[in-house]
């Protein structure tokens, strides 16, 4: 619990060194303080008389702000200068100071102070009127500061460990008064001082006491670390001991209390027990408090004298037998907090001992947890050097990504728990950046899209933006840039891996780099030969300028996107294999003459997704199916379409969209499947579906079972897993019978390697109101994220609503059936078209399930096998009430495949696995 440093030993080793020593700390330096006086003009700088300290101008900390001086009228002589002048800031949720060239690791003393002496002429800062504003180290709240007396500085301390090499200090306005600051002082501390501060605890002052004097404060350069002991306001009760002699640091001291505060000390008037309370302020001391004890015996003890106390801390013995050293710092502090609002300490001096209890010093400190994690500094270094190199016209203050409702304007971070968040994108399109590329910008070694476009950027591209290994978009459009692409950059978008955008106002920069797009298969036959044959000789270039002139004409026929250079095919899609691979029938390959002989000239349209129209057909046998066709101005590209294709030619599932073929020919692109009749799960929830009646909750409950294996089998049958990522009730069909089949793979992705449980990709894919937060927030994408988007289904099936719903308040479904479940009420929930027929356990079942689902953290949810097997449940729940119901009602016996064509819901009577 304490530390109890009695040994004689030391005493004597102490004096020894002492003598042997002139002085074991010469005059503290100020060298290592930062001192500022805010509102202080720029350029300017003085030495506090008091101090001596030097003081400089808030100007090269801060940008923001408004600079003031106090109003006349509470000017004093008594007022230190750097309370004279303060920085306002009216404008900006957050403005930080950015005290920087610290050590990392290293403890620091922090003090802001808040004199508001009428500065604005507002007559703020009273009872009635109070300026609130928040304080924050770095991202983590240090106080809430409330002024309510314009006369007096209100000082705030707090001891911290620098996380980075640098400390931000953010005010935030809480829209109650204009937050300003007086002055910031920072000083180093050693590490080994104030054990209960570190990395992941901050120490904010409640109380200093230095006992015994009554006025007069200790600080620099009596105080080392320029802490400022205020003397202690006690009764009559009490009284004040001192000496003349320096009271020495024992070499092991946790708290290095100065000798100025040591030499004097309290001790009772009238008998042997000591007790000290103070004002207890409930909004000032909280819980999780430390409490450090300074003691050193200052009187010279006769050879019959004796003094030695026990301590108590609210009653409780806190310390047995306690004995001052003469002439040496010592102290009794707590190493877990105590949590308790008021505090009352009582010596009481011990049987034998001869002379009443003393104190010599107190502090009481509140811990401060830091939950925040800040960004991974090595982004903090890149971007803040990016805000140096550049005059970024943004309010960039404090931590770049935390807390997430301050993240700098154009950043976007991945937010992982107990991760320091890393920064995944840039924007700075349109922001006047001019001269050439920042090395820093690849010194970003998380981020996956960069975009420069439309500044005035000059040079030419630089290399080392190929290093930057998870770069998967970068866009510099719009620029002055000149000179080759590096080999490098272009190889990577050749490959796939990166997406270049370099085109517009930017001059030409090569051939083959010229507002190319992969439209056509033949792109990259076209590209790669430009630049071998360049190389051979000239005679081959008229060739070149042939294939080019060719290729431009094509562009310029079915130019889909020409600014994006899209890989022609996905490379990571190719070592799929899939369970029961065999099963598959060969798909086939058609061309465009096949189509609209399939088709007959694409009359029927029956769809429009992501990549195009949907249209209606028959095969030569008279089977019926849906031929997708890339529209040119389609959204998904080729890399999604052929994509699709590939995923599709692997997997083969009984409750997946069976896959007939596809046809890829220079202009067209089209995949086959087969038709589903019934289609989709959401016209039927929207009641748009041609079956004439709603479906039936044990319906429902078969449909989830059936899409979820189809789910199951993408992530467990297939290796690497398949995520959809774009589950949704629009993309569950349904055929005769209404089997349901999971339909649109193309924004499937096999999961890269098996080292890896999760794939980042260059954006966030999917359809508003299913995609998983998590997946939204920091682009981790793995069967999770389908898990959550199957729990939007889920819940679409219970309500009937759709996952937005437009209007204000409850939005989002899973926040709207939460609150009807915090209500208890689940028939509020449920689709009232179900008219209260469906079995209530199975409905809470699947409710759960849901909620489960779309859990916010993705560890939090279940697996697609899990979910199978609980809706099988919930399923057999509601089969046995229907069954039950039909056994009620006679009459209605129709045979089995009767009921199949006409109602469903007798067939469900047979039992779940009656399909
Ligand atoms: C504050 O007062 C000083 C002189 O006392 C003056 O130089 C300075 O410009 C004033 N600052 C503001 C913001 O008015
Ligand atoms: C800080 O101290 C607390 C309490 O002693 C401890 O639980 C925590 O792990 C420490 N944190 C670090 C980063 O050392
Ligand atoms: C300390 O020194 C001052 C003058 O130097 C003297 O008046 C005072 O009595 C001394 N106090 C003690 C406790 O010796
Ligand atoms: C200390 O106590 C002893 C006996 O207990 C006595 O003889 C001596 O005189 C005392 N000395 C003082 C300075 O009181
Ligand atoms: C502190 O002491 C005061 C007076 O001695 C007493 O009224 C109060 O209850 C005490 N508080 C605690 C927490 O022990
Ligand atoms: C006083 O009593 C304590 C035990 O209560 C003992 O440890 C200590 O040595 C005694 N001191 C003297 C000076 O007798
Ligand atoms: C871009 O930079 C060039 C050269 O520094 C300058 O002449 C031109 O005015 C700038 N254009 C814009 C739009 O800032």
Request: proline share 5%; hydrophobic share 35%; net charge negative.
């Amino acid at each position: 619990m304490m530390s109890y440093l009695s040994s004689l030993v030391w005493c004597f080793l102490i004096l020894v060194v002492s003598v042997a020593t002139v002085r074991i700390h010469g005059q503290p330096s100020t060298e290592d303080f930062i001192s500022i006086d805010c509102g202080l003009a720029d350029g300017h700088s003085y030495v506090d008389e008091l101090t001596k300290i030097p003081y400089t101008s808030d100007a090269q900390f801060i940008e923001a702000g408004t600079n003031y001086n106090i109003s006349r009228d509470y000017l004093s002589s008594s007022l230190p200068e750097h309370q004279r002048s303060l920085r306002s800031f009216p404008t900006g949720e957050r403005n930080c100071y950015a005290l920087k060239s610290l050590v990392q690791g290293q403890k620091y003393l922090l003090r802001a102070t808040f004199m508001y002496g009428n500065y604005d002429g507002q007559n703020s800062a009273r009872e009635d009127k109070p300026i609130q504003f928040d304080l924050h180290i770095g991202v983590n709240l240090w106080k809430s500061m409330k002024i309510v007396d314009a006369s007096t500085v209100t000082p705030t301390e707090a001891i911290t460990v620098a996380l980075a090499d640098y400390i931000s200090v953010c005010l935030i306005n809480k829209q109650s008064g204009t937050p300003f600051i007086s002055s910031l002082e920072l000083r180093p501390l050693k590490t080994s001082i104030y054990p209960a501060a570190n990395a992941s605890i901050s120490l904010v002052l409640l109380k200093r006491f230095n006992m015994g004097p009554t006025d007069g404060l200790i600080r620099y350069p009596d105080d080392g670390h320029d802490r400022i002991w205020k003397p202690f306001d006690y009764s009559s009760a009490l009284k004040e001991i001192s000496t003349n002699l320096t009271v020495h640091s024992h070499p092991d001291d946790l708290f290095e209390a100065p000798s100025a505060v040591l030499q004097t000390a309290l001790t009772p008037v009238n008998g042997l027990v000591l007790r000290l309370g103070w004002d207890p302020k409930r909004e000032d001391i909280l819980p999780e408090c430390h409490i450090i004890m300074q003691f050193a015996e200052i009187q010279s003890l006769g050879p019959n004298d004796s003094r030695t106390f026990d301590i108590y801390l609210n009653g409780d013995p806190f310390f047995d037998t306690y004995l001052p050293i003469y002439q040496i710092s010592d102290s009794v502090y707590t190493t877990v907090p105590y949590t308790e609002y008021e505090y009352n300490i009582s010596l009481k001096a011990t049987k034998n001992s001869t002379l009443p209890p003393i104190i010599n010093g107190l502090e009481i400190y509140k811990a401060m947890h830091l939950p925040e994690l800040s960004t991974d500094s090595r982004d903090v270094d890149a971007i803040m050097a990016i805000q140096m190199e550049y005059p970024v016209q943004k309010n960039w203050a404090g931590d770049p990504c935390v807390p997430r409702a301050y993240a700098w304007e154009g950043l976007n971070c991945s937010y992982i728990v107990s991760v320091p968040p890393r920064i995944k994108t840039l924007n700075l399109s349109s922001s006047r950046l001019s001269g050439a590329i920042s090395s820093s910008f690849s010194k970003l070694k998380a981020i996956e899209t960069l975009d420069l476009s439309y500044n005035n950027l000059t040079g030419t591209i630089p290399g080392f933006l190929a290093d930057i290994s998870s770069l998967q978009l970068l866009n510099l459009r719009g620029n002055q840039l000149t000179g080759p692409v590096p080999a490098d950059l272009l190889r990577k978008s050749e490959e796939g891996s990166l997406i270049l955008r370099i085109d517009g106002p930017n001059p030409c920069i090569n051939e083959s780099t010229c507002g190319t797009a992969c439209n056509n298969n033949n792109k990259k036959k076209i590209t790669t030969p430009i630049i071998m044959i360049i190389s051979i000789g000239v005679v081959v270039l008229l060739v070149v300028v042939l294939i080019v002139w060719i290729t431009r004409r094509r562009q310029q026929d079915f130019a889909m996107d020409s600014s994006v250079r899209r890989p022609c095919e996905d490379r990571t899609e190719r070592n799929v294999d899939c369970k029961d691979h065999q099963l598959k029938l060969e798909s086939r390959q058609f061309t465009y003459k096949d189509l609209e002989n399939i088709t007959n000239k694409f009359v029927r349209i029956i769809g429009q997704g992501g990549f195009g129209i949907v249209y209606h057909g028959f095969l030569e046998n008279g089977v019926q199916v849906a031929v997708k066709l890339c529209s040119q101005s389609s959204s998904q590209g080729t890399k999604e379409f052929l994509a699709e294709a590939q995923s599709l030619t692997r997997v083969h599932h009984k409750n997946l969209v069976t896959f007939v073929g596809y046809c890829k020919d220079e202009n067209y692109l089209a995949l086959i499947y087969d038709y589903m009749s019934q289609g989709s799960l959401r016209d039927h929830l929207r009641g748009k579906a041609d079956l004439g009646r709603i479906l039936s909750w044990g319906e429902r409950l078969q449909i989830a079972v059936e899409a979820a294996q189809g789910l199951e089998y993408l992530h467990k049958g297939c290796t690497p897993p398949i995520i959809h990522r774009d589950v949704k009730t629009s993309n569950i069909l349904l055929g005769e019978g209404l089997v349901a089949k999971i339909a649109d793979f193309g924004l499937s992705k096999s999961l890269l390697s098996d080292s890896h449980t999760h794939v980042s990709t260059e954006m966030v894919v999917g359809t508003p109101g299913y995609v998983d937060p998590e997946y939204h927030n920091s682009y981790q994408l793995n069967e999770k994220s389908d898990v959550y988007s199957f729990g939007v289904v889920l819940l679409e099936l219970i309500t009937g609503h759709p996952p937005i719903t437009p209007g204000p308040g409850k939005a989002y479904i899973v926040q709207r059936v939460a609150s009807k479940l915090a209500r208890g009420n689940i028939e509020d929930a449920m689709d009232a078209r179900l008219k209260g027929e469906y079995d209530a356990n199975s409905v809470w079942k699947i409710v759960d399930l849901a909620m489960k689902c779309t859990a916010q953290f993705s560890t939090q949810r279940p697996t697609m096998s899990d979910v199978v097997i609980q809706l099988k449940e919930s399923l057999a729940l509601e089969a046995a009430r229907e069954r039950s119901e039909s056994l009620h009602s006679e009459g209605l016996d129709v045979s089995p495949n009767a009921a199949f064509e006409l109602d469903r819901n007798k067939l469900m009577s047979v039992g779940p696995s009656a399909r």
